[in-house]
Structures are given as C-alpha cells and as structure tokens.
Nanobody, 125 residues
Framework: VQLLESGGGSVQSGGSLRLTCRAS????????VGWFRQAPGKEHEDLAH???????RYADSVKGRFTISQDNSKNTWYLEMNNLDVEDTAMYYC????????????????????RGQGTQVIVSS
C-alpha cells in the first residue's frame, strides 16, 4: 500500500486548502484513514479520521474548520481546511489501517499500518 498526499502549500491566515491522500495497492474492503500533522519541534497531532463504521471524528483543535471525507471509487481521502491560522503550519500526512478507527484511532500515526510522506502547509499572517 502506498499513500501519496498532495494539496499543501502556502496560504494567508483565514484561507483554505484541500489536502488529498491517494492510496494504491489497497487489499481490504475498508480502511480507517487518519490525518495528522507535525510542526517543527512539536509532537504529532491527530486531526481527524474516518471509516465506514465510525464515521468522521475530529480533534477539538480543528472541529468546525476541517472536514475529512472520502471517495471510495478513487481510493482517495480529503481534508478540507478552512479559516487557517498560522498555528496550522505543519507537515500534514495521512495514514491508513485495515482495522476499524475504533481500534486504531488512539494509537497515533505509528499505530497505522501505512503512512504517507506528507505535504507541507504554511500559513502566514
């Protein structure tokens, strides 16, 4: 399985970006997919995850601003990010696991079987 993120870039505070996570080589019927970020010198932060059983769940820090979604026909997941702030500057990456989100959502990105390389998001004031 390979995960490839895209859609990052530079944006001004208050702006929006949509990140894409494209998966190839999937072998199971469903996956839990999570979006994470890590800023320099900081620990990773769980942002959101989604699967068919658990639906979409969000961290409090992004609830109401970020939306996770999926296009099953394209094996693609998205993270729509609105009202971005300089504090959102980080490397963003997705991770996937064939287990349910109820099983892996509290394990952090290292608890997922597959992880992408990330896409950089820079928010300026």
């Amino acid at each position: 399985v390979q995960l490839l993120e895209s859609g990052g870039g530079s944006v001004q505070s208050g702006g929006s970006l949509r990140l894409t996570c494209r998966a190839s080589g999937l072998t199971y019927e469903s996956y839990c997919v999570g979006w994470f970020r890590q800023a320099p010198g900081k620990e990773h932060e769980d942002l959101a995850h989604i699967d068919p059983d658990d639906g979409a769940r969000y961290a409090d820090s992004v609830k109401g601003r970020f939306t996770i979604s999926q296009d099953n026909s394209k094996n693609t997941w998205y993270l729509e990010m609105n009202n971005l702030d300089v504090e959102d500057t980080a490397m963003y990456y997705c991770a996937a696991d064939p287990l349910s989100c109820m099983t892996v959502r509290n394990l952090g990105p290292d608890g997922y079987n597959h992880r992408g390389q990330g896409t950089q998001v820079i928010v300026s004031s």
